[in-house]
């Protein structure tokens, strides 16, 4: 089980849980729910006590990943299989994202 810690403009939002390759779970974090100025990260992930599941990486994850030619050099420098879609996403979603979401590993 792999997780990641979800950062909304530098601010807490969640956590992202790979439970198994077709099981993933994402939980708003109890402070950040609480906050009702705080935005869902996502339309697709709206704010809600209740995890939310998928059997594949949430789209609006996968969509933060590269693709074609990068993806193949960042999966090689990170010795990851060019497939493994949470791996690329925890290691290069840290920091530089296109939007205001970055995903740190736990």
Do not use: C, W
């Not at 198994?20 to 906050?35: G, H, L, N, T």
């Not at 594949?56 to 090689?76: D, I, K, Y």
């Not at 290691?91 to 590993?105: L, R």
């Amino acid at each position: 089980m792999r997780q990641a810690l979800v950062y909304n403009n530098g601010r807490l939002a969640g956590l992202l849980t790979e439970a198994s390759p077709s099981e993933y779970i994402f939980r708003y974090d109890d402070a950040y729910f609480a906050d009702k100025e705080a935005p869902a990260i996502s339309l697709t992930i709206p704010k809600s006590r209740q995890e939310h599941h998928m059997p594949f990486l949430f789209p609006f994850f996968a969509n933060m990943l590269s693709e074609g030619h990068n993806r193949t050099v960042q999966a090689a420098i990170h010795k990851l299989d060019r497939e493994d879609d949470f791996g690329i996403l925890l290691a290069t979603a840290q920091t530089d994202t296109p939007g205001a979401i970055t995903v740190k590993p736990l």
